[in-house]
């Protein structure tokens, strides 16, 4: 079975904080991404990556970074951390290739992080 | 980018089919219809996906209007395990993998 993990499933942070958030999965897959998700707004992607040292900026990247220094990890970066950033934030992880429109992605638990 | 639009919410009573419908009328032609769902407290999980055909699989069918401007996810015989919020997305097929995840339909399932 494919895994996908992340650091913490919750983590409370004070405004101005760095924050790291990190996945990991174990299926050597290519593509990795960070969605954060909002009552109301559904799920909504931050960046994601292709490859290591690779990154592409989503939907909604501002405020955010991300690394990949290894195939498997990806890490989400707050670089000061604000109220607004309040929200559950999920990685996934998927095949690549010619047919990879149609693999799935394979989602992590999340992590609820809260910013006071 | 082609968009989708679901109710935003569903009712079905235990151990009876579901079909949970999604329009995307501006579907391009090369766009794959994706089905995902999740439970409470956890992430989302990949349910089905499909191209032009209709597709069946241990968790679900999939029916394709033949136009493809709209689709239906069919839980066969649902149970109290099937509640969840239930996404339909639609991803290009050439050098994207992309979802754009929207709002889905959240099904209650009643004992």
């Known amino acids: 079975d494919v895994k996908v993990t992340q650091s913490s499933r919750y983590l409370v942070k004070r405004t101005g904080e760095k924050v790291f958030l990190e996945c990991v999965q174990d299926m050597d897959h290519e593509n990795m991404f960070w969605y954060r998700q909002d009552p109301g707004l559904g799920l909504r992607l931050i960046y994601f990556?292709?490859?290591?040292?690779?990154?592409e900026k989503g939907d909604i990247p501002e405020g955010y970074s991300v690394s990949r220094e290894k195939k498997e990890r990806f890490s989400l970066i707050l670089e000061s951390a604000s109220t607004n950033q309040t929200s559950m934030y999920l990685c996934a992880s998927s095949l690549a290739g010619l047919a990879a429109p149609s693999y799935e992605q394979y989602f992590g638990p999340g992590t609820r992080l809260t910013v006071t | 980018d082609a968009k989708t639009t679901q109710p935003n919410s569903m009712e079905s009573n235990e151990e009876e089919p579901v079909h949970l419908p999604c329009n995307h009328s501006?579907?391009?032609?090369?766009?794959?219809i994706h089905w995902y769902r999740q439970l409470p407290s956890q992430g989302p999980e990949y349910v089905i996906h499909g191209l032009t055909s209709n597709v069946n699989n241990r968790m679900a069918s999939l029916a394709i209007a033949e136009d493809r401007k709209s689709s239906t996810l069919i839980l066969h015989r649902a149970t109290l395990r099937d509640a969840a919020v239930y996404y339909c997305?639609?991803?290009?097929?050439?050098?994207?993998?992309?979802?754009?995840f929207g709002t889905g339909t959240r099904l209650t399932i009643i004992p």
């Open positions: 990556s292709y490859d290591v040292k690779m990154k």
């Open positions: 997305i639609l991803s290009k097929s050439f050098g994207n993998e992309k979802l754009t």
């Open positions: 501006t579907i391009s032609g090369t766009d794959y």
